[in-house]
Structure formats: structure tokens, C-alpha cells
Nanobody
Framework: QVRLVESGGGLVQAGGSLRLSCAAS????????MGWYRQAPGKQRELVAV???????NYADSVKGRFTISRDNAKNTVYLQMNSLKPEDTAVYYC?????????????WGQGTQVTVSS
């Protein structure tokens, strides 16, 4: 059974920091591309950051220089360090695990965790 268990969301003042965690099971974590997405009310879900199985990272322009995605393969966990938070960062943040090969494909999602940034 595949599970992505998220934690670390909460309420923080603008300029503050939060660290989100996503613990994965039921997948070959080290071979998976891991990402964080977010969805604000009335808006489409958008990519925030991704770290591939090879360690390559990419970020949305809106979070570059403020957020850092990282992974710990020994713990099957991906993190999103969020600094200098802005009210515009308020959203439900979702963890994603993805793998596509000639033989297999999966695309799994966590339950989401609320991040609220007050002005």
C-alpha cells in the first residue's frame, strides 16, 4: 500500500519559516521523483518544487530563493524548507511521488497540509 504522510503545516507570520515533511512508503523512494504542489482556494494546483531521483531540483519562479526542496533517501522523506513566507504562499501543500519507465508508471499524492501566512 502506497502512503505519503505529510506534516509541518501551520500558521505563521509573514517573513517566517516552516518546514514541510513527506514520509513515503510502498514505493521505491530513491528511484522516484518527488515534488511539492500547492493549491489556494479558487486556484488550480501548481508545482512549487521538484527534486528528481538524481537530485536535480526545480522551483516555481514565485518561490525561487525562498524555498528549498531536499530528500533523505535513508528516511524515505522529502522536505520543503520555506523561508521568507508571504501571504500569497497560503495554500494547501501536497506531496507528490512520480516514476515513469518503459515498464512502470505511478503518480501518487499525499493528503495535503494547510499553510497559512498572516500579514
Amino acid at each position: 500500500q502506497v502512503r505519503l504522510v505529510e506534516s509541518g503545516g501551520g500558521l505563521v507570520q509573514a517573513g517566517g519559516s516552516l518546514r514541510l515533511s513527506c514520509a513515503a512508503s510502498g514505493i521505491i523512494f530513491s528511484a522516484s521523483d518527488m515534488g511539492w504542489y500547492r493549491q489556494a482556494p479558487g486556484k488550480q494546483r501548481e508545482l512549487v518544487a521538484v527534486v528528481t531521483s538524481g537530485g536535480v531540483t526545480n522551483y516555481a519562479d514565485s518561490v525561487k530563493g525562498r524555498f528549498t526542496i531536499s530528500r533523505d533517501n535513508a528516511k524515505n522523506t522529502v522536505y520543503l524548507q520555506m523561508n521568507s513566507l508571504k501571504p500569497e504562499d497560503t495554500a494547501v501543500y501536497y506531496c507528490n511521488a512520480k516514476k515513469v519507465t518503459a515498464f512502470r508508471r505511478y503518480d501518487y499524492w499525499g493528503q495535503g497540509t494547510q499553510v497559512t501566512v498572516s500579514s
